[in-house]
T-cell receptor, first 115, second 113 residues
Framework: GAVVSQHPSWVICKSGTSVKIECRSL??????MFWYRQFPKQSLMLMAT?????????EQGVEKDKFLINHASLTLSTLTVTSAHPEDSSFYIC???????????FGQGTRLTVV | AQSVTQPDIHITVSEGASLELRCNYS??????LFWYVQSPGQGLQLLLK????DTLVQGIKGFEAEFKRSQSSFNLRKPSVHWSDAAEYFC???????????WGAGTKLIIKP
């Protein structure tokens, strides 16, 4: 199956700094990628839909100025958590699909800890 | 509105016993259905999917699921669980209008020795 690589797998940062998470589709082109956040013992919460060459579509309640998404190429989307605070600590996961209603391929996830 | 319900937050079964995880969906059109598994601290792996055709689908790791349109269900089954099956299981529905999936809350599977 298709491979999605997410980097880094974990990061610890100081409060007030920014962190960038990368999501790459290694063997296919992904015009659309998704960014999720997962709290402990909970399901995936869709944060935004990342579209190559255009602005991301954010879900209600997600601060677009805090969670910056850039999808500059067909194989790379980045999520930048700006001015991170401890409450931003979470597990962030990206995914990409080969097409409408096809399975999603997931990155390994990034564990963000803000201290 | 489209939704996916996994009624069981967690299930405990003995190793070697059979397993059934429930998933019910609400979707107006023909659903595209998925089961994913997530091990602790990991991303998600596709177990199986249903798009059309035979309503009993086989997946990886010995899992299968049956699509029942009349019950709006897509339950996941395994005849004999192994300790390595302990994980979180998510059911999802393809939303149709874009590539987005609608997710259930997940069921945590606990295996007793």
């Amino acid at each position: 199956g298709a491979v999605v690589s997410q980097h880094p797998s974990w990061v610890i940062c100081k409060s007030g700094t920014s962190v960038k998470i990368e999501c790459r589709s290694l063997d296919f082109q992904a015009t659309t990628m998704f960014w999720y956040r997962q709290f402990p013992k909970q399901s995936l919460m869709l944060m935004a839909t990342s579209n190559e060459g255009s602005k991301a579509t954010y879900e209600q309640g997600v601060e677009k100025d805090k969670f910056l998404i850039n999808h500059a190429s067909l194989t790379l989307s980045t999520l930048t958590v700006t001015s991170a605070h401890p409450e931003d600590s979470s597990f962030y996961i990206c995914s990409a699909s080969l097409g409408m209603n096809t399975e999603a391929f997931f990155g390994q996830g990034t564990r963000l800890t803000v201290v | 509105a489209q939704s996916v319900t996994q009624p069981d937050i967690h299930i405990t079964v003995s190793e070697g016993a059979s397993l059934e995880l429930r998933c019910n969906y609400s979707y107006g059109a023909t659903p595209y259905l998925f089961w994913y598994v997530q091990s602790p601290g990991q991303g998600l792996q596709l177990l199986l999917k249903y798009f059309s055709g035979d309503t009993l689908v086989q997946g990886i790791k010995g899992f299968e699921a049956e699509f029942k349109r009349s019950q709006s269900s897509f339950n996941l089954r395994k005849p004999s669980v192994h300790w390595s099956d302990a994980a979180e299981y998510f059911c999802a529905v393809g939303a149709g209008s874009n590539y987005q999936l609608i997710w259930g809350a997940g069921t945590k599977l606990i295996i007793k020795p």
